[in-house]
C-alpha cells in the first residue's frame, strides 16, 4: 500500500515570491509520481510527473518538481508566483506494478493563497 | 476537442432519492475512474473501469454503484441518497498501457439533505 503526506495544508505567499510544496510518499514498490493541481470549481490538472530518469522534472505554468529516492519526497518549487496560481495542490503517486493499474494515491492537499 | 465530461456540475436532492452522476468522455480510453472528495480533503478512489462490462471497487467503500456498457460512458448510481454521502464526485480517464496520465473532469457536487 502506499500513502502520501503533504506536510502543509495551507501556505500563504506573497505574488512575484517563491514557492515550495511539501511531499513525502510511503511504498514498499517504487512508484511513479504526480502533481496535479485544482482550481475552484474545476477538475484535477497534471502539472507535472516523474516516471523516470532525471529527478528534476519541470511542468506546465513554470512549476518544477525534484524526486529524492532516499528521502522518498518530491517537493514543488515555483520561483515567482502570481494571482493566477491559488489554487490547491495535490500529490499523488502510482506503483510500477502492472496489477495497481494506474491508480493513484493522493496528499491531503496543499491550498496556495497568493497574496498582492 | 477531446474532454471528459460530468453533468450534473451541481446537485442538491432529498434523502432517499435515486441518482444518476453521468461521466462521459471523447477520447476513447480505456481506463475510466471514480474519485470522492470532501471539502478541503484528498481524493479516495471509489470505483474504476478497465474496459467495457469491467468494473471494480476502489479503496474507499461505496455505496455506490457504476456501470460501463460502452466505453465512453461511465454512470454512477445512488440508489438511495443520504446525508453521508453529500460530497464531490470527480470522475477520470486515462489510456491502456502501464502508465498514462488521468484526465479529470469537472466534478459533481452532491449534496444530500
Known amino acids: 500500500a502506499q500513502s502520501v503526506t503533504q506536510l502543509d495544508s495551507q501556505v500563504p505567499v506573497f505574488e512575484e515570491a517563491p514557492v515550495e510544496l511539501r511531499c513525502n510518499y510511503s511504498?514498499?514498490?517504487?512508484?511513479?509520481l504526480f502533481w496535479y493541481v485544482q482550481y475552484p470549481n474545476q477538475g484535477l490538472q497534471l502539472l507535472l510527473k516523474?516516471?523516470?530518469?532525471?529527478?528534476l522534472v519541470k511542468g506546465i505554468n513554470g512549476f518544477e518538481a525534484e524526486f529524492n529516492k532516499s528521502q522518498t519526497s518530491f517537493h514543488l518549487r515555483k520561483p515567482s508566483v502570481h494571482i493566477s496560481d491559488t489554487a490547491e495542490y495535490f500529490c499523488?503517486?502510482?506503483?510500477?506494478?502492472?496489477?495497481?493499474?494506474?491508480?493513484?494515491?493522493f496528499g491531503g492537499g496543499t491550498r496556495v493563497l497568493v497574496k498582492p | 476537442e477531446a474532454d471528459i465530461y460530468q453533468t450534473p456540475r451541481y446537485l442538491v436532492i432529498g434523502t432517499g432519492k435515486k441518482i444518476t452522476l453521468e461521466c462521459s468522455q471523447t477520447?476513447?480510453?480505456?481506463?475510466m475512474y471514480w474519485y470522492q472528495q470532501d471539502p478541503g480533503m484528498e481524493l479516495h478512489l471509489i470505483h474504476y473501469?478497465?474496459?467495457?462490462?469491467?468494473?471494480e471497487k476502489g479503496d474507499l467503500s461505496s455505496e455506490s454503484t457504476v456501470s460501463r456498457i460502452r466505453t465512453e460512458h461511465f454512470p454512477l448510481t445512488l440508489e438511495s441518497a443520504r446525508p453521508s454521502h453529500t460530497s464531490q464526485y470527480l470522475c477520470?480517464?486515462?489510456?491502456?498501457?502501464?502508465?498514462?496520465?488521468?484526465?479529470f473532469g469537472p466534478g459533481t457536487r452532491l449534496t444530500v439533505l
Open positions: 477520447m476513447g480510453h480505456d481506463k
Open positions: 499523488a503517486v502510482s506503483p510500477m506494478i502492472k496489477a495497481a493499474g494506474n491508480k493513484l494515491t
Open positions: 516523474y516516471l523516470s530518469g532525471s529527478t
Open positions: 473501469s478497465y474496459g467495457v462490462n469491467s468494473t
Open positions: 477520470a480517464s486515462s489510456e491502456r498501457g502501464d502508465y498514462n496520465e488521468q484526465f
Open positions: 511504498s514498499s514498490v517504487s512508484v511513479y
